[in-house]
Structure formats: C-alpha cells, structure tokens
C-alpha cells in the first residue's frame, strides 16, 4: 500500500504574498538540504550557486529574498484576505 505525502502550497483564501513566500521558504530549505547532503559527501551541493555562481550579488539577493520570506512567515501576513482566512482556521480550531 502506497502513502503519499501532498503538501499544499496553494492555500484558498491566502493572498499571492503569503503563497510566494511559502514557495520560497520550502525552496530555500530544500537547497539547506542539499549543503547538508553535499556536507556528507564532500561536495558542494547548493543550487543557488550553481545557478547564480557567476553573479554573487544576484546570489546574495536570493538569499536575502528567501531570508525576508522565512521573517514574513513568522510575522503573519497582516492583509484582509490572510485575517478573513485565519480567523476561518481559528474558528475551525476551537470547535
């Protein structure tokens, strides 16, 4: 018997905000996984550098971006479209 795993990064009622930064965040995560892994073996396995390698402030950039995003997952997106759809979550929680 198969067990998937199903992650969902679209989530109704969240704004594009909210789900770019989600993107990011499990992007930047797994490419922290891939250093570990590459840690392991002895080689480099990051694929910011591998793509951005040759521009190192457009590679800086890309980590600030997905630093901002991990920070604005922490923080809560404050928008009326996020408050109306955490609220429905909290609704949903308490009964």
Do not use: R
Not at 55 to 65: C, F, I, N, R
């Amino acid at each position: 018997m198969s067990h998937y795993v199903t992650i969902n990064i679209m989530e109704k009622g969240k704004c594009a905000m909210s789900m770019i930064a989600k993107i990011l965040v499990i992007v930047g995560g797994l490419n922290w996984g891939l250093v570990g892994v590459g840690m392991f073996m002895n080689q480099p396995i990051n694929l910011v550098s591998m793509i951005f390698g040759s521009m190192p402030k457009v590679e800086a950039l890309v980590y600030v971006v997905v630093g901002l995003a991990a920070v604005g997952m922490l923080i809560g997106c404050k928008c009326a479209k996020c408050k109306s759809c955490n609220v429905d979550q909290a609704a949903q929680v308490k009964v």
